[in-house]
């Protein structure tokens, strides 16, 4: 399993979360770059996701949708801030309407992705920082931990193809 450590930090307001996968720095990379590959991993596995736009360029937004089981829709939206290929990606995450406008009453962060090229692969740290400690424990309350680590497991087999 890529995921290797998730925590948090009230102080600072960030939950983190480190993963190690079984590839090259460049493909990992990729799997953000391209939206259809991120697609294949954005989300938990049975939430799948649907990119509408990707504009993977500081000033860009990358807007999706996840579709639960039961057909019901859940849209969000980045909003790049810095993009240093391959090694950081830097935007702000927003839970969005089906039109794609913020959803004002539902905690954002900044998140800041960084990858590093190993001996085995590439190491990768997925760090949110939110506004409020009230923010932080709402996306962990929802789940966001087992989501966001069941969407990075989906990782090495999709890079294995």
């Not at 990606?89 to 954002?108: C, H, K, N, Q, W």
Request: proline share 6%; charged share 25%; glycine share 6%.
């Amino acid at each position: 399993m890529p995921v290797i450590d998730t925590f948090t930090d009230e102080e600072t307001l960030t939950l983190t979360i480190v993963a190690e996968f079984a590839a090259p720095l460049d493909w990992v990379w990729a799997v953000y770059a391209d939206p259809r590959q991120l697609e294949q991993i954005w989300g938990p596995p049975t939430y799948p996701a649907t990119v509408v736009d990707h504009s993977l360029e500081p000033g860009g937004r990358v807007t999706y949708f996840m579709t639960s089981p039961e057909g019901e829709k859940f849209c969000g939206l980045w909003e790049l801030t810095a993009v240093d290929r391959p090694t950081r990606l830097e935007f702000r995450d927003y839970f969005a309407d089906e039109d794609f406008t913020i959803v004002d009453s539902m905690p954002g962060s900044r998140c800041v992705y960084t990858f590093e090229a190993t001996e085995n692969g590439t190491r990768a740290t997925y760090e949110s920082i939110f506004e409020s400690v009230e923010g932080l424990r709402t996306v962990i309350e929802m789940g966001a931990i087992e989501g966001t680590t069941g969407a990075l497991n989906q990782i090495d087999e999709l890079l294995a193809r």
